[in-house]
Nanobody, 118 residues
Framework: QVQLVESGGGLVQPGGSLRLSCAASGFTLVSYAITWFRQAPGKEREGVSCISGYDSLPDSMKGRFTISRDNVKDTVYLQMNNLKPEDTAVYYC??????????????WGKGTLVTVSS
């Protein structure tokens, strides 16, 4: 089965940093674009950043966040720095099994919770 697994979430103080990881089972991520989404309490899900397959080019990037890919480990990361309380959300990685960012995300992880205390 196609399965994505996020990890790295947790509780962090404002101004702190976390690095989220997205790994796969049942397939390899190297060829595919991976998008990070988040959903904060009481808000709609929003896209955070995407990295393409093959060339691993970022589609978007917040000033405090950096998306990257380690092809050796077949893992996509979201480095989050200077975290703020409004960053509190469940973070998901997703893919449509396309090399390009955008389109329908067919496969989603279960999410990892990031809590930035105030």
């Amino acid at each position: 089965q196609v399965q994505l697994v996020e990890s790295g979430g947790g509780l962090v103080q404002p101004g702190g940093s976390l690095r989220l990881s997205c790994a796969a089972s049942g397939f390899t991520l190297v060829s595919y674009a991976i998008t990070w989404f988040r959903q904060a309490p009481g808000k709609e899900r929003e896209g955070v950043s995407c990295i393409s397959g093959y060339d691993s080019l970022p589609d978007s990037m917040k000033g405090r966040f950096t998306i990257s890919r380690d092809n050796v480990k077949d893992t996509v990361y979201l480095q989050m720095n200077n975290l703020k309380p409004e960053d509190t959300a469940v973070y998901y990685c997703a893919t449509g099994l396309s090399s390009r960012c955008g389109g329908v995300m067919q496969y989603w992880g279960k999410g990892t919770l990031v809590t930035v205390s105030s």
